[in-house]
């Protein structure tokens, strides 16, 4: 077969294997090189917003991927004991499709967190069904540069072969570590340095449906159900207290539970843990540059932020689809490259500028202040407004969405949040230090 693609993509998970399937679709020669072989895991949670799960089903394997993992609408957010329950409100996915990619098929409104064993399995399985030649325990090596700009790849394949192929465009989506952006130089454009640890297991034997994120003080928890009858586990917490908290972490991970949701922890006493324990100390977050001559990147490669939101994978599927149609337009001779992946970069960015700082802020784990408490309480018996929160936790209507808080005139406010400021003041101190 000769080595001359249309296009290379390197890494072949969330954000490679459906850029290569929707290129591949579109009749381009599509080449996938993934250094592991497949199935394997991620040390990532998995849970996918229903903007992520839409697009899986415009990709046509959201149904693939109910049939082994259970999916729900409705999650609750905790916050110090205020409960909004409710979800993502239909019409706004359909908006924020049709705004960004012209059209709303296939959008859904549900979520779900298939394992990253079974689901990036699925992705590159698709991405060779479209047609893209998939080559898996393959590793590239080096980038082929000619004139200033990217041509190609040099790889080493399972048996120890080396090769080489070249291709009109070779995308970057190794993930966050990428080797492929520090090949062609892409600079980092902004970085924020504060993030959270996650500490995460697999239980059984919990009956708990939906989504249930908590958050206490400086900590956060998730869990939510997941394949095989087994439950994700998570709790997070400011950076700079995990050197204390991983002295014990498996304690610690229980005495979280106890603080932030009690509920839970009595769950957890009835339930068996099935498998390690899993850990991130810290996530740093970064935006690069996302493209140069004959190179693009996609997913963590181009920007990575920390855990907290769980929009990573959503956001891998977005680049996979924005990229390829612009890319299209290129490769089909109808634009240049440089007004196509400038237009692919430009809206890529403004799709999230005020999302990334949501993320960055509260990656810090800075404990909430009274008058947001207020707000909180304000909206808790308000079904609408609570769907609006969640759906921009969910990144689906944009932060400049101003949610009204109810008037506070008739309502009495609880003692915990006319007393918050002085409670908060113990939420500093480190809980885990000697
Ligand atoms: C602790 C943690 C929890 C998270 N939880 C969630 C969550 O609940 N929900 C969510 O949406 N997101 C979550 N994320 C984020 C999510 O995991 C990432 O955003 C997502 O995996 C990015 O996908 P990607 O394809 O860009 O990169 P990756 O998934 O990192 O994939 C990169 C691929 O490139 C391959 N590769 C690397 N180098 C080479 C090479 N030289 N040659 C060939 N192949 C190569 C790798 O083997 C890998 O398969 C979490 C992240 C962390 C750290």
């Given at each position: 077969m000769s080595n001359q693609y249309d296009v290379i993509v390197v890494g072949g998970s969330v954000s490679g294997a459906p850029t290569a399937a929707w290129l591949a679709r579109k009749g381009f020669k599509v080449l996938v090189v993934e250094k592991a072989s497949f199935p394997r895991d991620a040390n990532s949670t998995h849970f996918i917003w229903p903007r992520g799960m839409s697009y899986l089903n415009r990709l046509g394997v959201a149904d693939k991927i109910l049939e082994q993992t259970p999916h729900f609408k409705q999650m609750e957010i905790n916050i110090e004991g205020i409960r909004l329950h409710g979800g993502v409100p239909s019409q706004a996915i359909r908006d924020r499709f049709i705004a960004l990619h012209g059209d709303d098929h296939g959008v859904v409104d549900y979520y779900a967190g298939p394992r990253r064993f079974f689901l990036d399995e699925v992705l590159l399985t698709e991405a060779r069904a479209s047609g893209a030649d998939v080559r898996e325990?393959?590793?590239?090596?080096s980038l082929i540069e000619e004139n200033d700009g990217v041509v190609g790849i040099k790889a080493i394949a399972g048996n120890g072969e080396e090769f080489e192929a070249r291709a009109r465009v070779v995308i970057g989506a190794d993930g966050r570590m990428s080797q492929f952006a520090n090949h062609v130089k892409a600079q980092k454009t902004e970085v924020r340095e504060k993030s959270t640890f996650a500490y995460y297991g697999y239980f059984s034997g919990i009956d708990k449906p939906e989504l249930c994120i908590h958050k206490r003080g400086r900590f956060g928890t998730a869990i939510f159900p997941t394949m095989q009858d087994r439950h994700l586990v998570l709790v997070y917490g400011p950076t700079e207290w995990w050197g204390d908290f991983s002295k014990d972490p498996e304690a610690g991970f229980f005495r979280t539970y106890e603080f932030v949701a009690p509920d839970v922890a009595k769950l957890l006493k009835q339930a068996t843990r099935v498998e390690p324990f899993k850990a991130m100390g810290r996530m740093v977050a970064f935006h690069r540059e996302n493209w140069g001559k004959g190179w693009a990147l996609v997913g963590d490669a181009c920007s990575f932020k920390d855990q907290?939101?769980?929009m990573g994978i959503t956001h891998a599927l977005r680049d996979a689809e924005l990229l390829s149609a612009h890319l299209e337009k290129y490769l089909n001779g109808e634009k240049d490259w440089a007004s196509v992946m400038s237009e692919y970069s430009d809206i890529r960015l403004a799709d999230y500028e005020d999302y990334w700082n949501l993320v960055c802020d509260g990656a810090e784990m800075q404990p909430y202040t009274r008058e947001e408490l207020e707000f909180f309480h304000s909206i808790e018996g308000d079904q609408e407004k609570v769907d609006q929160f969640i759906g921009q936790v969910g990144d689906t209507?944009?932060?400049?969405h101003q949610i009204q808080p109810e008037s506070q005139d008739n309502r009495e406010l609880p003692d915990f949040i006319k007393q918050f400021d002085s409670l908060a003041l113990d939420y500093h101190r480190n809980a885990f230090a000697d």
């Open positions: 325990s393959t590793r590239v090596v907290w939101t769980a209507i944009s932060l400049k």
